[in-house]
């Protein structure tokens, strides 16, 4: 009884309550690379851990599952493709094609593996978001551009949501990448879950499921 008098009196208590138990929510995964994994951040400091808090925030009923890993490529992100659908998601976010650029692979593969994976998405009934990213300037300027361009292209082709530019809020802001130059900190893996929501949000909706 004392215990839920207590929660009766904390703040927020009502809508907590009113939220359903975690299995019954559909599932939205946060598909990618170390970016997602949230490397170099304690536990809860990643991008999906604050996009589940701002969802909530905002009434959206869903369990974003974290499905990073730091180093994978697009070629990986196939492989992972059938463990992801045995989650049988609602929405995916796609974030992958980093390390591609970083390993400076050829763009035409990393296209065409990024093609075959909204593809098996799409032929699950998967709604997709599509999350882009650039690389550091010494990777030079035409490698550069014709990076950046798959991601529109891809997104085009198949008609999905697109976050052109996943650190478009961060590389202004002071405090936001980690000392290795590549990855967001807390404050920066906030800033990229709000970065996210405009281009999420009409992929989502509210009520009963």
Do not use: W
């Not at 400076?104 to 978001?129: F, M, Q, S, Y």
């Not at 082709?157 to 990448?177: C, D, F, S, W």
């Amino acid at each position: 009884m004392f215990s839920v008098a207590l929660l009766g009196a904390l703040p927020g208590a009502a809508f907590l309550a009113a939220q359903p138990p975690a299995a019954n929510r559909p599932v939205l995964v946060c598909y990618g690379d170390s970016i997602t994994a949230g490397y170099g951040l304690p536990y809860g400091q990643a991008y999906p851990d604050f996009l589940q808090k701002d969802l909530d925030a905002e009434g959206y009923r869903y369990k974003v599952v974290n499905r990073g890993t730091s180093g994978a490529t697009t070629k990986d992100a196939l492989a992972g493709l059938p463990f992801v659908l045995k989650l049988h998601p609602a929405v995916v976010i796609v974030e992958f094609g980093g390390n591609d650029g970083l390993r400076g692979l050829p763009v035409a593969g990393t296209r065409a593996n990024l093609d075959r994976l909204l593809a098996g998405l799409e032929a699950a009934h998967v709604k997709i978001l599509l999350a882009g990213i650039t690389l550091p300037p010494d990777y030079g300027p035409d490698y550069i551009r014709s990076f950046q361009q798959i991601f529109r292209d891809v997104a085009a082709r198949h008609r999905v949501a697109l976050a052109p530019m996943l650190y478009r809020n961060l590389v202004h802001t002071q405090g936001t990448i980690q000392s290795d130059g590549i990855h967001p900190t807390a404050k920066g893996s906030a800033l990229i879950a709000a970065t996210l929501l405009p281009a999420l949000r009409p992929l989502l909706r509210k009520g009963r499921y």
